[in-house]
T-cell receptor, first 114, second 111 residues
Framework: ETGVTQTPRHLVMGMTNKKSLKCEQHLGHNAMYWYKQSAKKPLELMFV???????ENNSVPSRFSPECPNSSHLFLHLHTLQPEDSALYLCASSQDRDRGDEQYFGPGTRLTVT | GNSVTQMEGPVTLSEEAFLTINCTYT??????LFWYVQYPGEGLQLLLKATKADDKGSNKGFEATYRKETTSFHLEKGSVQVSDSAVYFCALRYSNYQLIWGAGTKLIIKP
């Protein structure tokens, strides 16, 4: 595997389910990001981790819970979601958070909440 | 506040046509400007960037010039191909990692 991978690629879940999205980067980067991409709306930055420490949480509802066990892996735990949470969730990584390094994106997980 | 506005799509062109996708921004200070591309089923990829006024970013035949006087960063390509069909995002960076994104413009190239 190379670059940034995300699993699953597609997920359908009910509002009472609990699921997790997984991201793995194979680039040796130190910073990882979760974005939400909704149709015809700009990307929204949800969370930022730098060296496994959460450094940004942009007023995201608590039904989204990130976890970064090491610098290569990032999870987004989902519970009691709402239909408006249906979107493409993108993971990205960069060498460092604060140097303005290019962010490399995974292919995303297409989430549908029913 | 900082914002990015880009033209709504989809933009549909024939192969070998000239492409322009408009992007304008509002920002305090001197942000860096970017174009990202998202091919079907893939994540976003950096296409080109410019870090100061009058800089021209270029890659794969695409170009964009950082115009401070018109606060614009329009994407152009002289002759598009079917393989250029994708969604294109304009973005500005106002801190070391915070990016402000446009809503994206879908480009469809017909053979």
């Amino acid at each position: 595997e190379t670059g940034v991978t995300q699993t699953p690629r597609h997920l359908v879940m009910g509002m009472t389910n609990k699921k997790s999205l997984k991201c793995e980067q194979h680039l040796g980067h130190n910073a990882m990001y979760w974005y939400k991409q909704s149709a015809k709306k700009p990307l929204e930055l949800m969370f930022v981790y730098s060296l496994e420490e959460r450094v940004e949480n942009n007023s995201v509802p608590s039904r989204f819970s990130p976890e970064c066990p090491n610098s290569s892996h990032l999870f987004l735990h989902l519970h009691t979601l709402q239909p408006e949470d249906s979107a493409l969730y993108l993971c990205a990584s960069s060498q460092d958070r604060d140097r303005g390094d290019e962010q490399y994106f995974g292919p995303g997980t297409r989430l549908t909440v029913t | 506040g900082n914002s990015v506005t880009q033209m709504e799509g989809p933009v549909t062109l024939s192969e070998e046509a000239f492409l322009t996708i408009n992007c304008t921004y509002t920002a305090t200070g001197y942000p860096s400007l970017f174009w990202y591309v998202q091919y079907p089923g893939e994540g976003l990829q950096l296409l080109l960037k410019a870090t100061k006024a009058d800089d021209k970013g270029s890659n794969k035949g695409f170009e964009a010039t950082y115009r401070k006087e018109t606060t614009s960063f329009h994407l152009e390509k002289g002759s598009v191909q079917v393989s250029d069909s994708a969604v294109y995002f304009c973005a500005l960076r106002y801190s070391n990692y915070q990016l402000i994104w446009g809503a994206g413009t879908k480009l469809i190239i017909k053979p």
